[in-house]
């Protein structure tokens, strides 16, 4: 034991012995020397530690190694129920890379500066069948479909007979074995599966010199010179998801408002294809649950990040019943699609569905480009408002009634779940006209024909069931245009870059006679107000 060292030395009653002076100062330097360094040696110590944790080396592999426990590899080697085959699987990282310097794809290099206008052949249609409902769905194929100006397949998921075959259809192809991914959806088909893969496999055919590829359905019609017009606004050369939602509120709560359906027709590009290739199997597997093929391909898409580019030409027709709400106000947009087509009344009074399609293809081919564009214009005299629909109706009101009304769909239809009240549809809507005495007369399409470069249709009024109450309860006022049968519409044709700008067609009256009318019809002259100046 240490004896203390004592300085006051006249203490000479305490028992405890002295140390001498020389030994105790001895004491006290070893002291103050031994605390010395043990504060050098932890500042040394503390200046290594941090020299180390502060290197770029030791930051570097930290990094690393955070990088490694965050991955896939980790997760699966550290979680006991990783080994499990119905685990959900984790987005692929994402790569950040600078824009390349030339079009990955080698068709999409063009000649200096210069746009390379889009032709037909450029585009590989993937058409979704059954070999269960060819044989009927094949006859709508063959409306819209130009066997040697274009290129796809109808995609089937088996073989049909030999004697379906037809030279003026696409080739069939049938579609790969989807037993080794997962459905789970207690509503849908697993067919969706098959459905969301056609635009892989058909990527996968390494077809030359494609810019863009369209899918749809077997009861699809296209109208593929206003795709055409429509696509070459867009760069292919960049990842482009182009097509529109659904009519029905409900449809697009329940799937996406930003989702392109696919029975309107999706249309993707070709750096877009090439992307979802790479992953589109392990992505479909990361959703089980979901219901068919278009929203499978919509997850994918988002997966990279592409928003819908929305084009109101392309019509997913989840409705049923009589459809000339719909065609009597199309969008001042080109029309490109319509699906659904067997649910649909016929187009046309007096026609089977079948023949009234061939006829609404037949307009539709004549002059694509202004097919069902809307025209509204009126008889200052009579009182009159005629409403233009090219390629389907003209409908005369006994009444002015204004654009803004006009512009409105009519509820003749019902959404798809049976459900037809104005906030079911994701469009302006309005209920059809009850009184008798206010109901337009209708002159639908009967003939249309080329007439230099102009078109000219020929429209027939349509016998009404109400008439007789038409003349009885109106009275004294006659029914509009009483003794006219025929309406001729000369169509004049529209700029090439209408669709850039696109703007509602005006249209001016011409008598002609007691029971023949003539309407000419044109794209508006700038400044004039669509041939409503001075009828109010």
């Excluded at 044709?493 to 696109?502: A, E």
Aim: some cysteine; glycine content about 6%; hydrophobic content about 35%.
């Amino acid at each position: 034991m240490m004896l203390p060292c004592h300085n006051n030395l006249s203490l000479t009653n305490d028992r405890s012995p002295r140390l001498p002076r020389s030994r105790c100062r001895r004491w006290r330097q070893s002291r103050t020397g031994t605390a010395v360094v043990a504060v050098a040696a932890l500042l040394i110590s503390t200046t290594a530690w941090l020299s180390l944790v502060f290197s770029g080396t030791t930051t570097r592999c930290w990094r690393r190694f955070k990088d490694w426990e965050g991955s896939p590899h980790f997760l699966s080697r550290s979680l006991p129920w990783s080994s499990s085959p119905n685990r959900q699987s984790i987005p692929p990282p994402l790569r950040f890379e600078s824009p390349p310097a030339f079009p990955r794809n080698r068709s999409l290099s063009e000649s200096g500066n210069e746009k390379k206008e889009l032709l037909l052949n450029d585009i590989v249609f993937g058409i979704a069948g059954s070999s269960h409902l060819w044989k009927q769905r094949k006859e709508l194929v063959r409306l819209w479909w130009r066997p040697l100006e274009m290129r796809g397949h109808i995609w089937l998921e088996e073989q049909v007979p030999p004697e379906e075959a037809d030279d003026s259809l696409p080739p069939f192809m049938v579609s790969e074995d989807i037993s080794r991914f997962r459905y789970t959806n207690p509503t849908g088909h697993p067919s969706g599966l098959r459905i969301s893969r056609i635009l892989t496999e058909s990527f996968r055919l390494r077809l030359p010199n494609v810019r863009w590829f369209v899918l749809g359905d077997d009861d699809t019609v296209f109208n593929v010179d206003n795709l055409v017009e429509v696509l070459n606004k867009y760069d292919p050369s960049e990842m482009m998801y182009i097509g529109t939602p659904s009519e029905s509120h409900s449809a697009n709560a329940y799937f996406s408002h930003s989702m392109a359906f696919g029975g309107g027709g999706i249309a993707i590009s070709y750096p877009l294809a090439e992307a979802l290739s790479n992953f589109h199997d392990d992505c479909i597997e990361r959703y089980p649950k979901l219901y068919g093929s278009d929203d499978r391909l919509h997850a994918c898409i988002t997966e990279l990040g592409v928003p819908l580019t929305r084009e109101h030409g392309f019509h997913q027709w989840d409705i049923i019943g009589n459809a000339h709400g719909l065609l009597s106000s199309h969008p001042i947009a080109p029309f490109v699609s319509i699906h659904h087509v067997e649910y649909m009344d016929p187009f046309f009074p007096g026609l089977s569905s079948l023949d009234s399609l061939k006829l609404f293809t037949k307009a539709m081919r004549v002059e694509p480009r202004s097919f069902l564009q809307r025209s509204i214009c009126y008889d200052h005299v009579r009182r009159l408002t005629f409403s233009v629909s090219l390629g389907y109706v003209v409908q005369v009101f006994p009444n002015i009634v204004l654009p803004r009304e006009l512009e409105r769909s009519e509820l003749t239809y019902i959404a798809w779940n049976k459900l037809g009240h104005h906030h079911e549809f994701d469009h302006d809507t309005r209920d059809s006209i009850k009184s008798v005495c206010k109901k337009p007369v209708m002159f639908f399409l009967k003939d249309v024909m080329k007439d230099g470069n102009a078109t000219l249709g020929s429209y027939a009024r349509a016998k009404a069931k109400d008439d007789l109450k038409r003349k009885v309860f109106c009275f004294p006022r006659s029914p509009p245009l009483q003794y006219v049968q025929n309406i001729q519409v000369l169509g004049y044709p529209l700029g090439k870059n209408w669709h850039l700008v696109p703007r509602r067609l005006c249209c001016r009256v011409n008598n002609t006679g007691d029971e023949l009318l003539r309407l000419t019809v044109g794209q508006c002259e700038r400044g004039a107000l669509s041939s409503f100046t001075g009828s109010l």
